[in-house]
C-alpha cells in the first residue's frame, strides 16, 4: 500500500512539474522575441500623485511611428540602488536622517542597496535587502576631499555589475557631478554618453541630486555649473529626475526624497515588440498619456532594441 502511494505522488510531482513547465514554455512563447520593456514614471499636476494609469491611456511612438502596447502593469517590485560620491563634503551627512526616513517609507517590494563613488567603482555598503533598517545602518559620512571619485566611471562599474532583471530598476545618485579622474572635462564628461547608454539598454532610470564636494576647486562656478548639467542630462535621457538649487549646499533634501517617493509609486512597466536588426540598436522612443489632463510620462528618449531572432 506504501508502495503505492508512494508512486502516486511521484505521478503527482513530474505532472505539476510538466504542467509548470509548459506554462513557462507557453509564456516564452507568448513573449516572442524582440520583446522590449521601458520603465515610464506618471506625473501628476505639481509633481502629485497621478490617477492609475492603464494600457487605453498610453500612445508609443517608435521613431514617430505609432507602435502597439503589448503591455502595461505596475511593477511592483523595485531594486533601487544609492550610489553616494565618497568626495562630497562632509556636512551632507547631516541630511542623513532624512534619507534614513526615505529609507523607511519604501514598501517592503523596494529593496535598497547602498554604494560609495570612490576611485572610479562603487564600493558596496549594503547589498539589495527589503530591511531598509538594514540598509540605513550602511550610511556614513563621506571621505572628502581624500576620495578620488569620478560618478560616472562608478555607475558604469555598479551597472556592469548589476544582473539582468524583469522588474524596476533606479540608482539615486548624490553627487557633484564632477569626475576628478577627468579634471576640467569641458562641456560634457567623456564618460556621459557611455554612462548614459548603458542605463538605456537596463533599463535604469538613475535620480541624481547636487551636493558640493569637500574641494575647494569643485566649488568653482563654472565647474560646478557644467557638472549639474551633466547630472541634469544623465536623468533626462534616464527618464528620471535631477535636483539641485544652485552649487551651494542643499539646506533640506527632503522635499528631493518626498518627491522621488512619489515618482516611485507611480511607475509602470510599459512592453513593446520590435527588433533591432542583426545586431541590435537603439531608437528613438516617445510615450503620451491620452484622456488624462494633467498628467505627463517620464521615460528615457531611447531603448534598446535587442538582435531579431
Known sequence: MMKKLNLSRIALMIGTLALAFGFLVTNAVA??????????????????????????????FLNKERTQVADLNHGEKLYLAVLIDDSLDSEIAGQWSDLKAFFAAQPDTTYISVAYARNGSAMLAQDFTNDHQLAAKALRIPVGGGALSSPYLALLD???????????????????????????????????????????????????????????????????????????????????????????????????????STHLSNQYLLTFKASGGAKGRFEHVRVVPTELPYVEFLVAPQAFLPAGQ
Open 158 to 260: 555598479l551597472m556592469k555589475r548589476w544582473p539582468s532583471s524583469p522588474d524596476r530598476r533606479s540608482i539615486l545618485l548624490i553627487s557633484s557631478g564632477i569626475d576628478y579622474f577627468r579634471g576640467d572635462f569641458g562641456i560634457r564628461s567623456p564618460d556621459l554618453d557611455s554612462t548614459i547608454s548603458r542605463a538605456q539598454k537596463q533599463n535604469i532610470n538613475i535620480w541624481t541630486i547636487y551636493a558640493p564636494d569637500a574641494g575647494h576647486r569643485g566649488r568653482g562656478f563654472f565647474l560646478a555649473f557644467r557638472a549639474q548639467s551633466n547630472l541634469s542630462e544623465l536623468s533626462d535621457q534616464t527618464g528620471a529626475e535631477s535636483y539641485y538649487l544652485g552649487i551651494s549646499e542643499p539646506v533640506n533634501l527632503k522635499p528631493y526624497f518626498d518627491e522621488l
Open 31 to 60: 513573449a516572442g522575441p524582440g520583446t522590449v520593456t521601458t520603465t515610464i514614471t506618471a506625473v501628476g499636476k505639481k509633481n502629485t500623485s497621478p490617477p492609475v494609469i492603464t494600457k487605453d491611456n498610453v500612445q508609443l
